[in-house]
């Protein structure tokens, strides 16, 4: 089946520091999502890519949408404590269901 | 617009009992969809509606769960005979149309725990 493999799994970084995570897939997705989930709750979308290619931003946040399809990366800069928690990234696939990684978590350290 | 509500919050259950968990999505999604979430885990698709139609359910549905959409709005989950292996996060999300439009919009999910 349709599988994302997200790294790295876990970060530990300063605050003020920029995060870089990355998620592959050996499908193809005509849509890739990436989301923020804090303890306890559902996750919430950060941005959406519609585009091979697209580069898009959400304030300190950026993702782009691989050429290849296969493929996403989630910048974070600037990084503040509010930022800890799990990233997922999420590919729409031609079914429209949306297929999520596995996460990777955020520490940041005081 | 309230946004996807999820109740009850938390269930704790004994093995063997029946459970039902119940999503109002955003009023104009006519898309609700369920997730599981484990331990370290993202979420894992379990079923999908259109309206009132159920689109599609995945092999981790087995034939102890069961989903209704019986006017396009709310939805429940029923899983019947729990088992402790069912003790997860369940997760409801509703969209306008497709996933192309925006993504989902999820709930805060429902911990059941079975004991």
């Known amino acids: 089946g349709q599988q994302l493999n997200q790294s790295p799994q876990s970060m530990f970084i300063q605050e003020g520091e920029d995060v870089s995570m990355n998620c592959t897939s050996s499908s193809i997705f005509n849509t890739w999502l990436w989301y923020k989930q804090d303890p306890g709750e559902g996750p919430v979308l950060l941005i959406a890519?519609?585009?091979?290619?697209e580069l898009t931003s959400n304030g300190r946040l950026t993702a782009q949408f691989g050429i290849t399809r296969k493929d996403s990366f989630l910048n974070i800069s600037a990084s503040i404590p509010s930022d800890v928690g799990i990233y997922f990234c999420?590919?729409?696939?031609?079914?429209?269901?949306?297929?999520f990684g596995k996460g990777t978590r955020l520490h940041i350290l005081p | 617009d309230t946004g996807v509500s999820q109740d009850p919050r938390h269930k704790i259950t004994k093995r063997g009992q029946n459970v039902t968990f119940r999503c109002d999505p955003i009023s104009e999604h006519n898309r609700l969809y369920w997730y599981r979430q484990t331990l370290g885990q993202g979420p894992e698709f379990l079923t999908y509606f259109q309206n009132e139609a159920q689109l599609e359910k995945s092999r981790l549905l087995s034939d102890r769960f069961s989903a209704e959409r019986p006017k396009g709005s709310f939805s429940t989950l029923e899983i019947q005979r729990t088992e402790q292996g069912d003790s997860a996060m369940y997760l409801c999300a509703s969209s306008l149309d497709s996933a192309a439009s925006g993504g989902y919009t999820f709930g805060s999910g429902t911990r059941l725990t079975v004991v």
């Open positions: 890519l519609y585009k091979a290619g």
């Open positions: 999420a590919g729409g696939d031609r079914d429209d269901k949306i297929i």
